[in-house]
């Protein structure tokens, strides 16, 4: 049974930083690409990062680029995504799933940016 567990949200003030985590169990997980997906209020899921299976090979939307840090820790079955400057935009539940639809996601770990 694949099961994909997030964690590390939080209230962050704009500007802030916050490390997400996922907790991946049931596959092969250092044999797949990785992703992490949101979701804002009101709106439908926005692709965010994407890692290689072995890490070195990345991809980010442009709203995060120069912003977010996706890797992995294959020994661990964990994913990560460190974020810094972060915007009120950005609030959003976020997801790691094992494609960039977010099929499969876990119950995602709420991040709300606001002063």
């Known amino acids: 049974q694949v099961t994909l567990v997030e964690s590390g949200g939080g209230l962050v003030q704009p500007g802030g930083s916050l490390r997400l985590s996922c907790a991946a169990s049931?596959?092969?997980?250092?044999?797949?690409?990785m992703y992490w997906v949101r979701q804002a209020p009101g709106k439908g899921l926005e692709w965010v990062s994407s890692i290689r299976p072995g890490g070195g090979v990345t991809a980010y939307a442009d709203s995060v680029k120069g912003r977010f840090t996706i890797s992995r820790d294959n020994g661990k079955n964990t994913l990560y995504l460190q974020m810094h400057s972060l915007k009120p935009e950005d609030t959003a539940l976020y997801y790691c799933?094992?494609?960039?639809?977010?099929?499969?996601r876990g119950q995602g770990t709420l991040v709300t940016v606001s002063s």
């Open positions: 799933a094992r494609d960039r639809i977010g099929t499969g």
């Open positions: 049931g596959f092969t997980f250092s044999s797949n690409w």
